[in-house]
């Protein structure tokens, strides 16, 4: 992935420019991300540690990981506020730099459910949620959250040729496009 540059998406140019008021500034701030997917109606946190056996060269045995499965609920802190969705267990990891941003959401990547069709070799299967959160050291009661959102794109099942699973994933992405419209 290449992160800086014109290609930069909008949540790297977030976390480096906010990094680097930071440093500038000299503010001190606890910078965390949590990354999860919406993935056949399930949300699943792509930050958790796999923990699945070891080969002896250090490799995961030959088993699906599946990172766990989160909660979604609905919150509010004041009650003149309108509920927002909360997604509760997730793996929330701290960075300080952008290369530790960058190395952390590259892992979550790794994890992302993706999968070839007849529309492209690497089609998402999933939404993909990356969350950063800033909270000043000084007023830790004060929180900034800023969460990106990268849809999968509808498809069109005759063109894609998706059969089995990824017909399901198919069916699944279409139905939450339709339910986001409405």
Known sequence: VKWDGPSAGLAWRCANSLLEEQARQRWFVRATLEVFEVYNEDVRDLLA???????????????????????????????????????EGLTSEEFRTIGEWELLLSD??????????SMGASSSRSHL??????TPVATPQTETVMMFCDLAGSERI????????????AQNINKGLSALGN
Request: hydrophobic share 40%; charged share 20%.
């Open 49 to 87: 540690v796999d923990t699945r056996p070891l080969n002896d060269d250090g490799t995961p045995k030959p088993s699906m990981f599946i990172a766990p499965s989160c909660r979604l609920r609905w919150f509010t802190k004041d009650a003149a506020l309108e509920a927002a969705p909360v997604v």
């Open 158 to 169: 005759s063109k894609s040729g998706a059969a089995g699973q990824t017909l399901t994933e």
């Open 129 to 134: 949620f990356v969350q950063m959160s800033f």
């Open 108 to 117: 979550a990547l790794q994890r992302q459910r993706i999968a070839q069709t």
